[in-house]
């Protein structure tokens, strides 16, 4: 369970996950060890999965950024005993592939954001991800422009007893 100590932590450190626990205490007016004893409990926990950089992709040499919705063949998927989230386990692999995402909607299957350099780099990748067993079909589009490029997400829920509860109807905090 996240509490709003917890909280602060999390918001400073999607800030700037470069900070150091002294900052960190500092910025939430906590403890220095209250703060790493929180942070090693969230990474044990699985709240934090790792600690990383956001980069500007344009910056680093990619000019195009994609979104592929990907259908499936599942008369190829069913005769290989193969199931749809091994196809998505097989395309993340691929180093353009930025994330791979089963989906809901007509006539989809997949939703996969890639990186490329050009337009000569997003037809070798789009070939090269063709060649995946179960892949039937895929749709691109170009991102022309992106709103949001954080990767802060709040965690919102009724405080009770200083712990945040997810349900309402939770009478367990």
Known sequence: MIDEKDQQILDILTENSRLSCREISRKANIPVMTVLNRLKRLEEEKVILRYTTFLNLQKVGYNLICYLLLIMDYN????????????????????????????????????????????????????????????KRTDTMNILYEARKETKLPIRGKKRNGTIVQNEDDDSG
Not at 90 to 95: A, G, Y
Not at 108 to 127: E, G, P, T
């Open 76 to 135: 190829l998927l069913n005769q290989l005993k193969k199931r749809q989230h091994e196809v998505i386990e097989e395309i993340i692999k691929h180093p353009a592939v930025l994330t791979a995402a089963l989906v809901t909607g007509p006539s989809r299957d997949a939703l996969i954001k890639i990186k490329a350099k050009d337009i000569s780099d997003l037809n070798h990748i789009l070939d090269t991800l063709m060649k995946v067993q179960g892949v």
